[in-house]
């Protein structure tokens, strides 16, 4: 089979070193029957489990694109803009990870395409500034700069979707049937660290042949992660905000 040729896809981003969380989202990706993963972004960062995440994506996904915490961790982007605890928990990440992960995260793309997809951690407008697409100038500015028919963007930690016919309308229902000749930017959520007050992973399935996308949200062990940041000594905040998804 063709990396194009697969019929559902599901994609994960900001996975964010959450192995519980990555574990019962694959769970519910096999039980889905998807044919492939994709990753847009953030496997590492924040959570006790970096370097377990990174060998279960490398496995799994059939392409991943570089988030801007899994450039941090190999000094890829400058971590004096992030926050307080992004910054100590990309400094813990770095102490995790060996030279074969660090060779793995600094060869991750910006920017990769599949069959009708392109995938991007932030933006298609500017990938490497690692921007938000937030407001209706950013939906626009990014579906002038994506080329394909539907773009799957992670980064927010909130799911989203943006379609070319409504153009200023932001969707959050858990379905969107694209009509033909419809683009789509697709933000799949997070993983390990949603921020849409609901401490359930998110990700996204993309049925190619009906045109459809479909959010998925999957509760896991929070208990247990929130437990392991605090073990790690990571900032506490780290482990509250996956209490109350924030
Ligand atoms: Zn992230």
Redesign the pocket.
């Known amino acids: 089979m063709q990396p194009g040729d697969a019929v559902l896809y599901a994609v994960l981003a900001?996975i964010?070193g959450n192995l519980q969380a990555l574990s019962a989202v694959l769970d519910d990706v096999e039980r889905t029957g998807a044919d492939k993963v994709l990753c847009v972004g953030?496997i590492v960062?924040y959570g006790a489990h970096p370097k377990q995440c990174l060998d279960a994506m490398r496995e799994l996904s059939s392409v991943t694109v570089a988030?801007n915490?899994d450039w941090g961790a190999v000094d890829k982007v400058d971590i004096d803009y992030f926050n307080a605890d992004a910054r100590d928990s990309i400094e813990w990440t770095r102490e995790q990870l060996g030279p074969d992960e660090r060779q793995y995260l600094q060869g991750l793309n910006l920017v990769e395409t599949l069959g009708d997809l392109a995938l991007v951690h932030s933006s298609f407008f500017a990938p490497e500034y690692f921007d938000y697409i937030q407001t209706v100038y950013d939906v626009q500015l990014n579906f002038r700069h994506l080329q394909m028919p539907v773009g799957f963007v992670?980064?927010s930690?909130v799911p989203a979707m943006f379609a070319t016919d409504r153009p200023s309308e932001c969707f959050l229902q858990e379905e969107l049937q694209l009509s033909d000749g419809t683009r789509a930017i697709i933000n799949v959520g997070?993983v390990g660290?949603p921020r849409d007050l609901d401490p359930r992973a998110s990700y996204a399935l993309y049925d190619v042949e009906a045109h459809k996308v479909t959010m998925r949200r999957v509760e896991y062990d929070v208990q247990a992660a929130f437990q392991e940041i605090l073990n790690a000594g990571l900032p506490t905040t780290n482990a509250h905000r996956l209490l109350i998804g924030r």
């Open positions: 900001d964010h953030d960062g988030g915490h992670g980064h930690h997070s660290q």
